[in-house]
């Protein structure tokens, strides 16, 4: 069960409808034995290796996340339809939202200093290993990352990791990504330099339940 919240008071720069978010405050794990050794075993095969990927991507180490940002299924209030994505930077969360009041959240990670773009846009496309190059502004802040000015090539090191979906608002390109990665101890933190990462097993996952042109609400 997905608990709810309040709904967040956060403007969105072009407004939203109203949406009630929310994470779960009780632990991920059921409370008897055979129910936690059922769920534990349920999540090491959903953060399993994917060796059949174009770069093998290992085991998720469980260890490294909160339990409370693994991916779950259930129940989410919203004024949005199905098959939107919505952000929540403040809960560290992503939903993907479900017929009959349902949906699959996510845990994320957001940059630093917050997420400096909300509103409503949409997932323009999608890449799977994408080449990922640096903003200008990102190469004067960073000079070693001058190597990259042209693109650096998919890699399991290669900061969108598996897969990547571009966020465009208005037509443009708004210069933000939902993308992979391999750090599962930056998931619930303001780590990276504005772009929302997941797990690359729960990126992977959205990434083909998502289809080009999916509505997106950033909070």
């Not at 998919?154 to 992979?180: K, V, W």
Request: glycine fraction near 8%; charge should be negative; include cysteine.
């Amino acid at each position: 069960m997905i608990n709810h919240s309040s709904p967040s008071r956060r403007a969105f720069c072009l407004g939203a409808g109203a949406a009630v978010m929310g994470i779960a405050t009780t632990p991920v794990f059921a409370n008897s034995h055979e129910e936690r050794l059922a769920e534990l075993h349920a999540y090491a095969e959903m953060y399993g290796p994917l060796p059949n990927e174009q770069f093998p991507i290992p085991a998720v180490d469980l260890s490294k996340i909160d339990p409370i940002y693994l991916r779950r299924f259930g129940d989410y209030q919203t004024d949005e339809p199905p098959g939107t994505v919505i952000v929540d930077t403040a809960k560290r969360v992503l939903f993907l939202t479900l017929p009959e009041g349902k949906a699959i959240r996510y845990g994320v990670g957001i940059g630093r200093d917050g997420f400096s773009w909300s509103g409503r846009a949409i997932i323009n496309h999608k890449k799977a290993w994408p080449t990922w190059t640096p903003p200008a502004e990102m190469i004067e802040r960073e000079p070693e990352l001058e190597e990259w000015r042209n693109g650096m090539p998919p890699s399991l090191e290669n900061p969108l990791g598996a897969r990547a979906l571009y966020i465009f608002q208005d037509g443009r390109d708004t210069l933000y990504r939902l993308h992979g990665t391999g750090q599962p101890e930056t998931i619930g933190k303001a780590v990276s330099s504005g772009c929302v990462r997941l797990l690359h097993q729960d990126v992977i996952d959205l990434y083909n339940r998502v289809p080009d042109k999916t509505p997106i609400v950033v909070l």
